[in-house]
């Protein structure tokens, strides 16, 4: 699975900006892949944002973006979303979307539960 991130970009403190993820077609349907946005700010580790179940039916957050961040994903287009409103410079990171293969819908918090990553997508906040 290949993974192609967009829809960053340098934003105003309080906008909001929506990123997609598109997968590329492989040997297993998008939708038996369990989805996940990753963030790295500068001088940071890599930390979870949110995760979102193969069916769609399940998601996950991290506490600071709990109420600003949506994710969702439309499994037709094999893409999945962040919704993210109310921006801070907090925010400001590369985002990373993952792919982990769960036949059984699973919400992944953890990298390592991820099989495949994609490149990144820069959101620049300032305040």
């Known amino acids: 699975v290949q993974l192609q991130a967009s829809g960053g970009g340098l934003v105003q403190a309080g906008d909001s900006l929506t990123l997609a993820c598109a997968a590329s077609?492989?040997?297993?349907?998008?939708?038996?892949?369990?989805m996940g946005w990753f963030r790295q700010a500068p001088g940071k580790e890599r930390e979870f944002v949110a995760a979102?179940?193969?069916?769609?039916?399940?998601?996950d957050y991290t506490d600071s973006v709990k109420g600003r961040f949506t994710i969702s994903r439309d499994n037709a287009k094999n893409t999945v979303y962040l919704q993210m409103n109310s921006l801070n410079f907090e925010d400001t990171a590369v985002y990373y979307c993952?792919?982990?293969?769960?036949?059984?819908?699973?919400?992944?918090?953890?990298?390592?539960?991820?099989?495949?990553w994609g490149r990144g997508t820069q959101v620049t906040v300032s305040s």
């Open positions: 993952a792919a982990g293969f769960r036949p059984i819908p699973t919400l992944l918090r953890h990298g390592s539960a991820y099989d495949y």
């Open positions: 077609a492989s040997g297993r349907p998008f939708s038996l892949y369990g």
């Open positions: 979102i179940s193969s069916t769609g039916g399940s998601t």
